[in-house]
C-alpha cells in the first residue's frame, strides 16, 4: 500500500463517512446551482457497496482517486457520500468550514463501535464524554506512564531487529499495547491477551459488508464485540470491589459523580481505542518514512533526545 492511500484509508477507517448532508439537501432543492464532485453514485440503494467490499478496498479507492482526482462522490452502505483524500479538502471540512458538518457513521459502524460511543452524540453527553476523555490524556495525568511507554517502546524496538517488516502495522501493535495502558493501566496485562484478540477480530470485520450470518466477518466481529464487552464488565467489576482510585482512561469514566452506565463506558473504551490506534500509527509512520529520507533531521531529533 502506498503512503498517501494508507493516510487516506486511515483517516477513513476512522471518520468512515462524511456525509455531506447539507450539501446534499442544498443540491436536491438548488440543483442548478450546485454540482457534485465527479463520480458515480452507482445502483439505486446499494450504491457502490459491493465494488467497495468485494475486492481490497486500497484498489477501490485508488481507481476512483485515478479516475476522479482527490475528491468523489460514492454511495456506500445506504449513504451518498463524498470521499476526500487531499489534505486540502481535510483542512476544509475539519477545520475551516467544520460547522457544516456533522460526523455520521453507517448504522453498521455505530452497531459495532457501540451506540454510546462519544462520536454519535451531540449536547451535554459529548461535552461530558470529551472532558472524561481529554483529563485522562492532560500530561499531569499520563506523567507516571511516560517511563513505561519508553519500556513498550524500546521492547518493540528490539523485536523489529533483524526482519523485514510493514512499518504501519508494527506501529498499529506498539499503539494499541500504548492504548491499553493508558486506558488500563497496570491492570492490562492481565487482560491484554484477550482485548488483543477479540479487538482484532472485531477490526478485521470493521469495513467488511454488514451482513449477519454465520461465518461472515461482519458476524465474527459483532460476535468478538460481545466478548469485549464481556471482558471489560469484568474488568469493572474487580475494579468495584477492589475500591481503589485509578488516574487512567477507565479511572476517568467509572469516576462515581460521572454516573455513566457499564454500557457507556465499554463503548467509549473501545471507541477510544478505535480513535487513537490507526490515526497515530499513520501520523507515526510518515515520521519513520520522512526521518529516513532526512537524516539530519533524524540526528538532530537524536541528539536532542539524547540531551
Ligand atoms: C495523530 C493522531 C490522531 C489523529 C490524526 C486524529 C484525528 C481525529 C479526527 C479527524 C477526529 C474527528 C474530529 C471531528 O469530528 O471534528 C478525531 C476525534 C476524536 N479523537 Fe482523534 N486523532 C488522533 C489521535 C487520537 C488519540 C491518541 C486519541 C485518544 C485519546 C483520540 C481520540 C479521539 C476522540 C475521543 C475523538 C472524538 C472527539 C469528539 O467527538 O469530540 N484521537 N480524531
Same mark, same amino acid.
Given at each position: 500500500?502506498?503512503?498517501?492511500?494508507?493516510?487516506?484509508?486511515?483517516?477513513?477507517?476512522?471518520?468512515?463517512?462524511?456525509?455531506?448532508?447539507?450539501?446534499?439537501?442544498?443540491?436536491?432543492?438548488?440543483?442548478?446551482?450546485?454540482s457534485l464532485p465527479p463520480g458515480s453514485l452507482g445502483w439505486p440503494y446499494i450504491g457502490?457497496?459491493?465494488?467497495?467490499?468485494?475486492?481490497?478496498?486500497?484498489?477501490?479507492?485508488?481507481?476512483?482517486?485515478?479516475?476522479?482526482?482527490?475528491?468523489?462522490?460514492?454511495? &456506500?452502505?445506504?449513504?451518498?457520500?463524498?470521499?476526500?483524500? #487531499?489534505?486540502? /479538502?481535510? !483542512?476544509?471540512?475539519?477545520?475551516?468550514? *467544520?460547522?457544516?458538518?456533522?460526523?455520521?457513521?453507517?448504522?453498521?459502524?455505530?452497531?459495532?463501535?457501540?451506540?454510546?460511543?462519544?462520536?454519535?452524540?451531540?449536547?451535554?453527553?459529548?461535552?461530558?464524554?470529551?472532558?472524561?476523555?481529554?483529563?485522562?490524556?492532560?500530561?499531569?495525568?499520563?506523567?507516571?506512564?511516560?517511563?513505561?511507554?519508553?519500556?513498550?517502546?524500546?521492547?518493540?524496538?528490539?523485536?523489529?531487529?533483524?526482519?523485514?517488516?510493514?512499518?504501519?502495522?508494527?506501529?498499529?501493535?506498539?499503539?494499541?499495547?500504548?492504548?491499553?495502558?493508558?486506558?488500563?493501566?497496570?491492570?492490562?496485562?492481565?487482560?491484554?491477551?484477550?482485548?488483543?484478540?477479540?479487538?482484532?477480530?472485531?477490526?478485521?470485520?470493521?469495513?467488511?459488508?454488514? &451482513?449477519?450470518?454465520?461465518?461472515?466477518?461482519?458476524?465474527? #466481529?459483532?460476535? /468478538?464485540? !460481545?466478548?469485549?464487552?464481556?471482558?471489560? *464488565?469484568?474488568?469493572?467489576?474487580?475494579?468495584?470491589?477492589?475500591?481503589?482510585?485509578?488516574?487512567?482512561?477507565?479511572?476517568?469514566?467509572?469516576?462515581?459523580?460521572?454516573?455513566?452506565?457499564?454500557?457507556?463506558?465499554?463503548?467509549?473504551?473501545?471507541?477510544?481505542?478505535?480513535?487513537?490506534?490507526?490515526?497515530?500509527?499513520?501520523?507515526?509512520?510518515?515520521?519513520?518514512?520522512?526521518?529516513?529520507?532526512?537524516?539530519?533531521?533524524?540526528?538532530?531529533?537524536?541528539?536532542?533526545?539524547?540531551?
Amino acid at each position: 500500500m502506498d503512503f498517501s492511500s494508507m493516510f487516506f484509508l486511515s483517516f477513513v477507517a476512522f471518520l468512515f463517512i462524511f456525509l455531506f448532508n447539507s450539501l446534499l439537501n442544498c443540491l436536491s432543492s438548488n440543483a442548478k446551482k450546485l454540482s457534485l464532485p465527479p463520480g458515480s453514485l452507482g445502483w439505486p440503494y446499494i450504491g457502490e457497496t459491493f465494488q467497495l467490499y468485494s475486492q481490497n478496498p486500497n484498489v477501490f479507492f485508488a481507481s476512483k482517486q485515478k479516475r476522479y482526482g482527490p475528491i468523489f462522490k460514492s454511495h &456506500i452502505l445506504g449513504c451518498p457520500c463524498v470521499m476526500i483524500s #487531499s489534505p486540502e /479538502a481535510a !483542512k476544509f471540512v475539519l477545520v475551516t468550514r *467544520a460547522h457544516l458538518f456533522k460526523p455520521t457513521f453507517p448504522a453498521s459502524k455505530e452497531r459495532m463501535l457501540g451506540k454510546q460511543a462519544i462520536f454519535f452524540h451531540q449536547g451535554d453527553y459529548h461535552t461530558k464524554l470529551r472532558k472524561l476523555v481529554l483529563r485522562a490524556f492532560k500530561p499531569e495525568a499520563i506523567k507516571h506512564i511516560v517511563s513505561d511507554i519508553e519500556s513498550i517502546a524500546t521492547s518493540t524496538l528490539q523485536s523489529l531487529e533483524g526482519r523485514l517488516i510493514n512499518t504501519f502495522q508494527e506501529m498499529k501493535t506498539y499503539t494499541f499495547n500504548v492504548a491499553l495502558l493508558s486506558i488500563f493501566g497496570k491492570d492490562e496485562v492481565l487482560y491484554r491477551e484477550d482485548l488483543k484478540r477479540c479487538y482484532y477480530i472485531l477490526e478485521k470485520g470493521y469495513n467488511s459488508m454488514p &451482513i449477519n450470518l454465520p461465518g461472515t466477518l461482519f458476524n465474527k #466481529s459483532m460476535k /468478538a464485540r !460481545k466478548e469485549l464487552a464481556q471482558i471489560l *464488565a469484568k474488568i469493572l467489576s474487580t475494579r468495584r470491589q477492589m475500591k481503589l482510585d485509578h488516574n487512567d482512561l477507565l479511572g476517568s469514566f467509572m469516576g462515581d459523580q460521572e454516573g455513566l452506565t457499564d454500557e457507556q463506558i465499554a463503548d467509549n473504551i473501545i471507541g477510544v481505542i478505535f480513535a487513537a490506534r490507526d490515526t497515530t500509527a499513520s501520523v507515526l509512520t510518515w515520521i519513520v518514512k520522512y526521518l529516513g529520507e532526512n537524516p539530519s533531521v533524524l540526528q538532530a531529533v537524536t541528539v536532542r533526545n539524547q540531551t
